[in-house]
């Protein structure tokens, strides 16, 4: 049995995952606030419970915001920054007493939807996280692409395209510390930031995606500029990896018009005839990254 867990900026949920993919057990509990040795313990008391209701034989895998530095095993980017230059995967298995694996949640999302979601049927996987933040991770048959610096997909930290620089009104500041990231036009805060610029009014980005439903021309603009920012970001990364399938996930995901308008959006800005990338909701919700966690080990 595999035990998956999610280690999220509010909250940490862990489960177990059958040789099916099918979940047996599932816990959730609220992260620590901004503290490394109590997330280690909350960390811990999961896998330590779940390990109690698994069979002999079980796996431990961790998704967490931002990666491990190969070269000094410490985690870097992070915005649950308490983690930032922290051994968290020796910590941990100091306190377990076996080996886990450890990988960045986007990864895990892709990861989680590639293989028993909604990439179930395909070669190539784009998941891209819409939330708090903006990532991404690539899976090639069905196989984690990673690299030297264990950041493969990590979009959300590129410099928007021009034409997307076209679409804002004020240079954004990342809290990477460079200007006009990714993250900074396409997580909730930049959807927010860009209601705020045409409108003049501050709006939680459900509030804009409700208005938007209803038909309130303001939002429903500010909408269809999202899905013209996201399109234009995404015929970059499609330009590169050409995968099959972009699987959005994180909280934006649930943005319906998505579905429809970043499609023919897509058309004028990759470097094709027709495209032939689709792009669809995730069959998982919270659960992908706990499910993407566990699959972290081959059953
Ligand atoms: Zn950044």
């Not at 949920?13 to 280690?40: C, F, N, V, W």
């Not at 076209?166 to 240079?171: E, G, R, S, V």
Request: aromatic share 6%; charged share 20%.
């Amino acid at each position: 049995m595999r035990i998956g867990v999610d280690l999220g900026g509010t909250k940490i949920e862990g489960i177990i995952l059958d040789d099916e993919g099918s979940i047996r057990e599932k816990i959730r509990i609220k992260t620590p606030y901004d503290q490394y040795d109590a997330t280690l313990e909350a960390t811990c008391e999961i896998v330590n419970k779940l390990q109690a209701k698994a069979t002999p034989k079980f796996t431990v895998g961790i998704g967490t915001p931002g990666a491990l530095s190969l070269p000094s095993k410490l985690m870097k980017n992070s915005n649950s920054v308490c983690l930032n230059g922290k051994p968290f995967k020796q910590d941990i298995e100091l306190r377990l007493g076996y080996e886990v694996r450890v990988e960045n949640d986007a990864n895990c999302f892709a990861l989680s939807e590639a293989l028993y979601g909604a990439g179930i049927d395909c070669f190539s996987v784009f998941g891209v996280i819409l939330g708090t933040g903006t990532g991404g991770g690539i899976v090639v048959n069905k196989q984690l692409v990673t690299g030297p610096n264990n950041i493969t997909g990590e979009w959300g930290h590129n410099s928007i395209p021009v034409s997307v620089q076209k679409l804002i009104a004020n240079d954004r500041t990342c809290y990477c510390g460079r200007q006009n990231c990714i993250e900074t036009v396409l997580s909730g805060r930049g959807l927010k930031q860009t209601y705020f610029e045409q409108v003049g009014q501050q709006l939680e980005p459900i509030e804009i995606s409700q208005r938007a439903e209803q038909g309130h021309s303001n939002a429903m603009e500010c909408i269809q500029r999202y899905c013209q920012q996201l399109a234009r970001c995404l015929a970059s990364v499609i330009n590169i990896v050409d995968p099959e399938l972009i699987v959005l996930g994180g909280g934006l995901s649930n943005i319906r018009e998505l579905y429809n308008a970043v499609p023919d959006f897509l058309e004028e800005f990759v470097f094709t005839d027709v495209v032939q990338t689709k792009l669809s909701r995730p069959k998982f919700g919270d659960a992908s990254g706990a499910i993407g966690a566990a699959c972290l080990w081959t059953p």
